[in-house]
T-cell receptor
Framework: GENVEQHPSTLSVQEGDSAVIKCTYS??????FPWYKQELGKRPQLIID?????GEKKDQRIAVTLNKTAKHFSLHITETQPEDSAVYFC????????????FGGGTRLMVKP | KAGVTQTPRYLIKTRGQQVTLSCSPI?????VSWYQQTPGQGLQFLFE???????NKGNFPGRFSGRQFSNSRSEMNVSTLELGDSALYLC???????????????FGPGTRLTVT
């Protein structure tokens, strides 16, 4: 089955700096890659996603890139703010798996004011 | 639209008991997936229901089961509870077009289950 690895497990940045979180996946059939943000005690919140027919997607300060050949995708957050502090999860899925998401282990992002 | 809701939010059970958790999806969403979240294992897929049928199942023992009703609401049941079943159980709903493409999933707040 699919295996998703996520790095780093913790990331500390200064407010205003950029943050990059990387994920690799094993199943070349995977074609949907969402990112979730989970604040302490809250539900995971979908912040951005990308499908395999697209190489990059941006939404304000957040961007995701996908390299299908290398089987990795990354989340980029620019101009970080303290409210960006949370745990971020990447995930992967295929059409054949329905809505089954395989998650990475999570990255705890801390943005220091 | 109202978001995904889950009840109860917190549960404390004893080893050997069984528990039933409930999930109401976003109005119009027909797919409901369940996930277990623990500090050690992270987020793991349990199963997915669509049109009252289980479409996918994760690698969990048969003590974990679920069902979906005609209004798309879903329940999951865990029998013969073990200490290791203590976790946050999350459900997620999705609008599933007939083409079967993967669609965005939106999570509920979760049910925090503690087994003592």
């Amino acid at each position: 089955g699919e295996n998703v690895e996520q790095h780093p497990s913790t990331l500390s940045v200064q407010e205003g700096d950029s943050a990059v979180i990387k994920c690799t996946y094993s199943d070349s059939a995977s074609n949907y890659f969402p990112w979730y943000k989970q604040e302490l005690g809250k539900r995971p919140q979908l912040i951005i996603d990308i499908r395999s027919n697209v190489g990059e997607k941006k939404d304000q300060r957040i961007a995701v890139t996908l390299n299908k050949t290398a089987k990795h995708f990354s989340l980029h957050i620019t101009e970080t703010q303290p409210e960006d502090s949370a745990v971020y999860f990447c995930a992967a899925s295929t059409n054949n798996a329905g809505n089954m998401l395989t998650f990475g282990g999570g990255t705890r992002l801390m943005v220091k004011p | 639209k109202a978001g995904v809701t889950q009840t109860p939010r917190y549960l404390i059970k004893t080893r050997g008991q069984q528990v039933t958790l409930s999930c109401s999806p976003i109005s119009g969403h027909r797919s409901v997936s369940w996930y277990q979240q623990t500090p050690g294992q992270g987020l793991q897929f349990l199963f997915e229901y669509f049109s009252e049928t289980q479409r996918n199942k994760g690698n969990f023992p048969g003590r974990f089961s679920g069902r979906q009703f005609s209004n798309s609401r879903s329940e999951m049941n865990v029998s013969t509870l073990e200490l290791g079943d203590s976790a946050l159980y999350l459900c997620a709903s999705s609008l599933l077009p007939s083409g079967g493409a993967v669609y965005e999933q939106y999570f509920g707040p979760g049910t925090r289950l503690t087994v003592t």
